[in-house]
């Protein structure tokens, strides 16, 4: 082809510019998300892409600028409504107009931004997370966790160096009444694209010592609302409202909200509204343990004083109380003296007849009793005197029985050279063993 005919890129540049330079590309409205915003020498420099709503792929983008002669209008303006500076990841609709600059590319020359459809993406995309956390039945989970009555242990999520940390910790170990606090930093970045993630990590680590804190407290002081656009995330959300101990959120100014808010147990304004709330319980469990020891310090003054009155009524009455209670224990002793003798005359009376029947009946039985006795006895005595030694030795039996008096049962037990004294009726005879056989 030849090179005559053939058109320079500054030539094909204007072309396209000029093909671009259309009514209908002028001052239009365009929602998007921004993307790599930033400044520099007052312009607002961007990249505006639209992603597939399931995937997330970006299916179109283009460059965006706002001039440095309108971005500071356009900015404040937005702040005002939305309180937040304009950034990265914000879904926003702005009005302007399609330019090709044959060096530099096409773009969009920003002229104007709606905050409120910001705000309507914001507030959408935050009620979306809640509608999901209801949904899975967890949204409420943190906030109806109980608190204990001095919630003294207390794990503190925060960025190391900030600002609201430091006004944190004074406040809560500096309070008027002296309350003992223990507190513990759990460091995370509370800005930009890691906030989340760092959350969820010192949560998690939190959890894993869950038995020596009270509770757990997130806090960011003062700063650009736009970053607290990071707080508005399913996961963490999630992870906050199924925390197993109560939790306080004090991230931002009083009239910023995120999603944590809605979730956690307790939402305070300010890093120093959050330690006046801990200081607030320990305060109100310090006046109910007034209020008892008053209750209990009354309750021993009026039993005391009770006491003393009975006391006093006693010590009165005792001196008299001897004589009276003894008159009365005489009177009743005559009494009973006198129901006792009539009694006794009555109950002797009967005794004594019954006595004289015994006697005339104890006697019969007696003398026939000493008979009867008599009888055995006498029988026993005449089986003892037939089975005694001397009668079976008079039968002609004898008994030996070694020189120390031991009876010999078996002729086992003798031995050679032993000596015997055997015993007959009539007397004994002492002889030594010479030999013997089995």
Known sequence: MNSTGALTLVELNRRIAGALSRPDLAEVWVTAEMSDARLSRGHCYMELIDKDADSGEVRARLKGVIWASTFQRVSAEFYAVTGQRLASGMKVMVRGSVNFHSAYGMSFVISAIDPSYTMGEVERRRREILERLQREGVADLNRTLEWPDVPWRIAVISAANAAGYGDFIHQLYHNPSRLRFRTRLFTAALQGQNTASSVIAALDEIAAEADNWDCVVIIRGGGATSDLVSFDDYLLAANVAQFPLPIVV?????????????????????????????????????????????????????????????????????????????????????????????????????????????????????????????????????????????????????????????????????????????????????????????
């Not at 979730?263 to 008892?292: C, F, Q, Y």
């Not at 009743?332 to 129901?339: D, F, G, M, T, V």
């Not at 003892?384 to 049962?409: E, F, K, N, V, W």
Request: net charge positive; charged share 20%.
């Open 250 to 438: 004090g991230i931002g100014h009083e009239r910023d909200v995120t999603v944590l808010d809605y979730v956690a147990n307790m939402r305070v304004k300010t890093p120093t509204a959050a330690a006046e709330w801990l200081i607030s319980r320990g305060e109100d469990a310090l006046d109910r343990l007034h209020r008892l020891a008053s209750d209990l310090l009354r309750t021993v003054t009026d039993t005391t004083a009770e006491a003393s009155r009975q006391l006093a009524y006693i010590e009165s009455t005792i001196v008299s109380a001897p004589a009276a209670s003894l008159q009365r224990a005489e009177a009743r002793c005559r009494q009973a003296a006198l129901a006792l003798a009539g009694a006794v005359g009555r109950s002797t009376s009967v005794h004594l007849t019954r006595l004289d029947a015994a006697a005339s009946a104890l006697k019969v039985a007696s003398a026939l009793a000493v008979e009867r006795a008599q009888t055995r006895m006498q029988r026993q005595a005449d089986m003892l005197a037939a089975l005694s030694p001397q009668a079976t030795l008079a039968r002609g039996y004898t008994i030996t029985r070694t020189a120390d008096g031991h009876a010999i049962r078996s002729s086992a037990e003798l031995a050679e050279g032993t000596r015997i004294i055997t015993t007959f009726a009539d007397g004994s005879a002492s002889s030594v063993i010479q030999s013997h056989q089995q």
